[in-house]
């Protein structure tokens, strides 16, 4: 199956920095998702965009983190003042068909490190 | 989210035997799946189970929606080395906009 792209694949980024991960997908997919997996832990859902706004989000999703498709093609999350706790694999996931067939599909994902 | 039940945490076989991991809810999904993933990577679709009670397969691999909707079952026949990884169990319903809710996954480990 096609997936979507993620870059950068590695961030490094100072603590209190902004961070901007991006989702590429390959072609024009209306619903979008952010996961986000600590080292070692269970992948978590962040937030889901549909059809240009915030659908649903998690309690993970705080006033830092922010979602947006600036150009109609990029998908975006951007993470205001990074904590050390920030630090983890982000994966966007689009999903195949919200009706018949609702099955996800992860990209490659991006290691962000905060130090 | 809803607390799912991932067992066993890790399994570690012999190349050739067959491997069983399930997942429990103390709530209902509409749909289960089951991804498996490779260090450094994203979680790869393994198979989606959208009827209560159904029974798929996918190659070696063999998957099961419980009939009460609250567990899945993922077994791997005659694995192989390749089958080294983390598989995830996940559950979605379309009343929390088909956001996956992820289990802690089982570490899985083949020898030759």
């Known amino acids: 199956e096609p997936e979507v792209t993620q870059t950068p694949s590695h961030q490094v980024t100072q603590m209190g920095q902004e961070v901007i991960l991006r989702c590429v997908p390959i072609?024009?997919?209306?619903?979008f998702y952010w996961y986000r997996q600590i080292l070692g832990q269970k992948v978590e859902f962040l937030v889901s965009?549909?059809?240009?706004?915030?659908?649903?989000k998690s309690e993970i999703f705080d006033d830092q983190f922010s979602v947006e498709r600036p150009d109609g093609s990029n998908f975006t999350l951007k993470i205001r003042s990074t904590k050390l706790e920030d630090s983890a694999m982000y994966f966007c996931?689009?999903?195949?068909?919200?009706?018949?067939?609702?099955?996800?599909?992860f990209g490659q994902g991006t290691r962000l490190t905060v130090v | 989210g809803q607390q799912l039940n991932q067992s066993p945490q890790s399994m570690f076989i012999q190349e050739g035997e067959d491997v069983s991991m399930n997942c429990t809810s103390s709530?209902?999904?509409?749909?289960w799946l089951w991804y498996k993933q490779d260090p450094g990577e994203g979680p790869v679709l393994l198979i989606a189970?959208?009827?209560?009670?159904e029974l798929t397969s996918n190659g070696r691999l063999t998957a099961q929606f419980g009939i009460t909707r609250k567990d899945s079952f993922l077994n791997i026949s005659a694995s192989i080395p390749s089958d080294v990884g983390i598989y995830f169990c996940?559950?979605?319903?379309?009343?929390?906009?088909?956001?996956?809710?992820f289990g802690k996954g089982t570490s899985l480990l083949v020898t030759p």
């Open positions: 996931a689009r999903l195949l068909d919200r009706y018949s067939n609702t099955e996800a599909f």
């Open positions: 072609s024009n997919h209306l619903y």
């Open positions: 965009f549909y059809n240009n706004e915030i659908s649903e």
């Open positions: 709530s209902i999904f509409n749909t």
């Open positions: 189970l959208y009827k209560a009670g």
């Open positions: 996940a559950g979605q319903n379309s009343n929390s906009g088909y956001a996956l809710n």
